[in-house]
């Protein structure tokens, strides 16, 4: 392995012994949710992985290093940690060569997840196009990763802060497989209606493992999205909808621009709801680590 790269020990010895590994990633951590509900979050997708009998590899760049798999206590130090860098792709050699601490994004985390061989990968909503995008070009690299990046990644579809429809549309150009698990609509992160109806539906662990065993087989180059519904939550769609318009103005109002976007936009939805989007989050996060964990492990048992 290279010499930026350093495995925990559970990851070692799941390695040693075949047992599958599921990675998770830490811009969620990071710049998704507030402290302390972010390290309890995190803890809590970790719970759900070895629950359903997998190990879990949250990833992120602790002082120059990529570490796949963090301690208990090295997440609530990163939790609680300020001014750390959010990494994409195109961000981790920077963070490694200047020993920084960095949080992975999906694409980050995409990309360390291939280099250390693991192949299933959970999150709550991937980085898309953003409303608006004809004007300010803001596309997220996760899409662009998912084009050239051979990992499976279980998330509950993208936000609304974004323009389904072209993330879709870019999807597609890119020729990356969505999977609908035992749905057939794209899910929109807090709700799992879209608008968007989706081709290739999975009813459950094995046919989603088969679908990507099968997508390694013939070598297709892309990530393959495994779309799963958040579970029920009584969240207010209309208000929720409204604070997302409100929170795109006014980013736009306040010049925001780059990596500092999607969260800006998360914690600013996150005050609007007065918090009531929080708990859906977290909650469609252990389910989408579960489901990661199930889908993993009928991989390598298939
Ligand atoms: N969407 C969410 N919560 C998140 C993110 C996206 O609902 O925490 C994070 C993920 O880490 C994702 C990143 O990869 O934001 C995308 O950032 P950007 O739009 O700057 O590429
Ligand atoms: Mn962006």
Redesign the pocket.
């Known amino acids: 392995m290279l010499e930026y790269v350093k495995l925990s020990s559970e990851v070692v010895l799941a390695r040693g012994e075949g047992q599958p590994v599921v990675a998770l990633?830490s811009?969620?951590i990071t710049?998704?949710?507030p402290n302390p509900l972010n390290a309890e979050t995190a803890l809590a997708m970790e719970a759900a992985v070895r629950a359903a009998g997998a190990v879990p590899a949250t990833i992120a760049i602790l002082g120059g290093r990529l570490c796949i798999g963090l301690s208990e206590e090295e997440i609530r130090h990163l939790a609680a940690s300020q001014d750390v860098l959010?990494v994409?792709s195109h961000g981790l050699a920077y963070a490694l060569a200047t020993s920084r601490t960095a949080?992975?994004?999906?694409?980050?985390?995409m990309y360390a997840s291939r280099l250390a061989g693991i192949r299933y990968f959970a999150?709550?909503?991937?980085?898309?196009v953003?409303r608006g995008a004809a004007i300010t070009g803001?596309i997220?690299?996760?899409l662009l990763e998912l084009s050239r990046t051979q990992v499976a990644v279980v998330c509950a579809g993208?936000?609304s802060?974004l323009d389904i429809g072209l993330t879709l549309e870019y999807l597609e150009t890119a020729g990356v497989p969505i999977l609908g698990y035992a749905t057939r609509e794209f899910p929109a992160?807090f709700t799992p209606t879209s608008g968007h109806p989706l081709e290739y539906i999975v009813q459950d662990a094995h046919e989603a493992a088969r679908v990507f065993r099968a997508h390694r087989r013939l070598n297709l180059p892309t990530g393959v999205l495994i779309a799963c519904p958040p579970p029920q939550s009584d969240i207010d769609q209309a208000r929720l909808e409204s604070a997302t318009r409100q929170a795109v103005h006014e980013a736009g109002q306040a010049g925001i621009t780059?990596?500092?976007?999607?969260?800006w936009l998360?914690a600013r939805v996150a005050d609007l709801t007065r918090g009531e989007s929080l708990k859906a989050?977290v909650a469609l996060l252990k389910n989408n680590a579960r489901i990661a964990a199930h889908i993993a492990i009928a991989d390598a048992t298939a």
Not at 103 to 109: E, H, K, M, N, Q
Not at 258 to 263: D, H, N
């Open positions: 990633e811009t969620l710049h998704g949710l959010k994409s949080a992975t994004t999906v694409s980050g985390t999150t709550g909503g991937i980085g898309g953003h803001d997220s690299t996760d993208a936000k802060i992160f780059g990596g500092e976007v999607t969260p998360l989050n």
